[in-house]
């Protein structure tokens, strides 16, 4: 907590090294029994998490499957919709596509699925490549509060979410450690109220006025 600010964060953890792991696993299973060409299968890693996340599928893929997986990540910085609203400059980061994407199913990989636009940026990013067959999608985390209408092929966990709250991935490759996290701000109340002031405790105001 932070007294000179007046908050609290609270962490719960969801999903624990152990889960991911098994997360993936599932997932991997799942996409080698949809697509059964997957001579015709590319994975592609969203930046920055996304990027391990599909490193991970393609071993496993290859480890069921005895077929190594091309492999490629993508950057959308430059494709985000809130470019012009930003008064940063984005961080750009490296785009790798090994093979052609011509007639090629994808998968897009990605840590979190929240509003739908990362993706949208992702698809965008992804057919200036190229003229895909198919285009699917793998994350870890659906946290729901779709803006746009975008779904995920692929789902670790479904994890209902408000939107005060953050959905934190940390994987070993980025992060040191692997875990998925709710993290939650609340305001916290000062132990006195001095008269005349009005104080804000979790959504409400409180104290004597005048």
């Given at each position: 907590m ?7 964060m609270s962490k719960?953890?969801i999903?624990?090294?152990?889960d ?6 599932r997932?991997a ?8 060409a997957?001579e015709?299968l590319i994975l ?9 996340l ?11 499957n005895?077929?190594?997986?091309p492999?490629g ?10 470019l012009s ?5 984005p ?10 994407i ?13 509003t ?14 190229g003229r895909?067959q198919?285009i699917?999608l793998?994350?870890?985390i659906?946290r ?23 959905i934190?991935v ?7 450690t692997d ?6 701000l609340?305001?916290?109340k ?5 008269p005349g002031k ?8 409180y104290?004597?006025?005048?």
């Amino acid at each position: 907590m932070s007294a000179a600010r007046g908050i609290f964060m609270s962490k719960k953890i969801i999903l624990t090294a152990a889960d991911i792991r098994r997360a993936l696993i599932r997932i991997a299973h799942e996409i080698i029994e949809r697509n059964k060409a997957i001579e015709h299968l590319i994975l592609v890693g969203v930046h920055t998490r996304g990027v391990p996340l599909a490193k991970r599928l393609a071993t496993s893929i290859e480890n069921l499957n005895e077929l190594k997986i091309p492999l490629g990540t993508l950057d959308i910085s430059l494709h985000r919709d809130d470019l012009s609203s930003s008064n940063l400059p984005p961080i750009v980061h490296h785009t790798d596509i090994p093979a052609d994407i011509n007639d090629k199913t994808i998968v897009l990989v990605d840590d979190v699925l929240y509003t739908g636009r990362s993706v949208r940026a992702a698809m965008d990013a992804l057919i200036e490549k190229g003229r895909p067959q198919s285009i699917q999608l793998a994350v870890l985390i659906d946290r729901g509060h779709r803006e746009m209408p975008i779904r995920a092929d692929y789902v670790g966990k479904n994890i209902p979410s408000s939107r005060h709250e953050e959905i934190r991935v940390k994987l070993v490759e980025t992060d040191g450690t692997d875990e998925v996290a709710t993290v939650s701000l609340a305001k916290t109340k000062p132990l006195r109220s001095e008269p005349g002031k009005v104080g804000y405790f979790k959504g409400s105001y409180y104290g004597s006025g005048k």
